[in-house]
């Protein structure tokens, strides 16, 4: 690889095929195991998930010459969120947005930690996925808005009330404690 | 606020999820690969399917089907070949056991045997690396080991003759005029000796073959796919090397971008194989193995148009030293 690239999310599509080559390996390296664990919650297995991680970044590499600009992270996660929704059911022919939709995360071992996973299982879906995202995928707001295509505002609310959710189901004994 | 919020989020989350690193960059690109390859096969069916609507017949499809020794059929199969490789029995001899190896260097088909062994406390020889030209190269006859010292090309350590039980186990014949030929067949470089302590999953394999490659590289910079495959022919063509790594170096190689794969190739023995090549008319490398039991046939060095083949004739394990099989 010829350089290192700090913010490989900010590959723009000025770059040449074989940069975009090397900024999704850079992306991969350098956040597979946020990839994985946010995938998880929608495939609902880390095998499956690692599988659409796998499939996403492959298809992502194939299908690089499509890259229009904006986040080169954020369109893998397009790429790799259907190869989620793949894992559970056929999303080829759905549309993004019906993507999106069919999502539905949540933890894999809500066991591990009954009330985040309540108060999370008690967020909208789409804002489950924002929160995923945003915690376990360390996205920033502009990322996840592109990956879910919503506005930056939206995400920005959306985590506000997610936070919310979860400050009061996780009070006396979550965030206080 | 927000920050203190989000770090007990985190760590309540991240107390939930797997923290292993299980990422394999090589299994991303040969899944690359494998969708170029039915992409390909797709708007190739999709163009015969036109064509016959056109044609009213069958005749325009059969036509544009991919043909035996099409490269998409070939990229499909070479997993196939590692699973392969994974499952045939090792060719490392046990102490006391031997390899027969018979090979042929050359335009002028010299043929060169050698035999690989073991010495009494386990440790496994290959003779076929450590030899020196006689005082006159231009006579035809034998190449002789040589006792110590370093390797004149890499400055590698060469092992005492005195581990060979019987101090003699490189016998190298070839005609008059051919030593520098075969010496420099079978010097091409000291990668040989690499495969005692390679590891054998695919990624570490291809880690491990970059930073020994950048450090026989004098100037350094990045690592050629002509490289990787001049490197991975050796290996593959190795008697010492394992299964393991066997099937690991057909995966690293199946990846690699810029290699074509075409099958039934015939090699200079006429033996019928998949061919694995790199770069061009000015340098690249070949590779022709036997898809069915992975075995290298050939391999063979590009330059300005020529191949150089070395084919790998008879490979057998045989009870002593100097015996045929």
Not at chain 1, 96 to 106: H, K, M, N
Not at chain 2, 188 to 194: D, L, R
């Amino acid at each position: 690889m010829n350089r290192t690239l700090k913010n490989p999310a900010s590959i723009s599509v000025s770059y040449s095929m074989q940069d975009q080559a090397e900024a999704i390996e850079q992306i991969y390296r350098l956040r597979y195991v946020g990839f994985r664990n946010a995938l998880t919650t929608v495939t609902g297995s880390d095998e499956s998930a690692r599988d659409a991680v796998q499939e996403g970044f492959a298809r992502a590499l194939v299908h690089r010459a499509q890259f229009r600009g904006g986040s080169l992270e954020a369109w893998i996660w397009r790429i790799a969120l259907r190869c989620a929704l793949d894992e559970r059911r056929s999303a080829r022919r759905l549309t993004y947005d019906q993507v999106l939709d069919a999502i539905d995360p949540g933890l894999v071992d809500p066991d591990g930690d009954p009330d985040v996973a309540d108060a999370i299982r008690a967020l909208p879906p789409r804002q489950r996925l924002i929160v995923f995202l945003h915690y376990f995928a360390d996205l920033r707001y502009t990322e996840i808005a592109e990956a879910c295509e919503v506005s930056k505002g939206t995400v920005a609310a959306a985590l506000a009330h997610a936070r919310a959710a979860l400050q009061d189901a996780l009070e006396p004994g979550g965030i206080s404690r | 606020m927000n920050d203190r919020i989000d770090d007990v989020i985190a760590a309540r989350l991240a107390a939930v999820t797997n923290p292993a690193d299980d990422s394999d960059w090589l299994d991303v690109r040969r899944r690359a690969r494998n969708l170029e390859a039915r992409r390909t096969l797709r708007r190739r069916l999709r163009l015969a399917a036109a064509a016959a609507a056109v044609a009213g017949g069958v005749t325009a499809l059969l036509g544009v089907l991919p043909a035996s020794d099409d490269p998409t059929r070939a990229v499909l199969g070479l997993d196939a070949v590692a699973a392969v490789a994974a499952d045939a029995p090792s060719t490392v001899p046990a102490p006391g056991e031997y390899v027969y190896d018979e090979q042929r260097f050359g335009r002028h088909g010299c043929t060169v045997e050698w035999w690989v062994g073991a010495d009494r406390s386990g440790r496994v020889h290959q003779r076929g690396q450590t030899c020196q030209l006689p005082a006159d190269p231009s006579a035809g006859g034998r190449l002789r080991p040589i006792e110590s010292g370093p390797w004149p090309s890499y400055g590698l350590p060469v092992e005492p003759l005195e581990a060979w039980p019987s101090g003699d186990g490189l016998d190298i014949r070839f005609g008059p005029g051919e030593a520098p030929e075969v010496y420099q067949a079978i010097n091409s470089s000291g990668v040989n000796a690499w495969v005692d302590d390679l590891p054998t999953d695919p990624q570490a394999v291809e880690r491990a073959l970059h930073r020994r490659i950048l450090e026989l590289q004098d100037s350094g910079g990045q690592v050629s796919t002509v490289a990787l495959v001049d490197v991975i022919s050796q290996l593959l063509a190795n008697p010492l090397a394992s299964p393991e790594l066997r099937s690991a170096l057909y995966r690293i190689v199946g990846a690699l971008d810029g290699v074509e794969i075409k099958e039934r190739v015939t090699d200079p023995a006429g033996r019928v194989g998949t061919a694995i090549t790199a770069g061009g008319y000015d340098r690249g490398m070949e590779l022709i193995f036997d898809p069915a039991t992975s075995a290298i046939l050939a391999r063979g060095q590009i330059s300005r148009g020529k191949e150089l083949f070395q084919v790998y004739v008879k490979r057998q394990m045989v009870e002593s030293l100097h015996d045929r099989p």
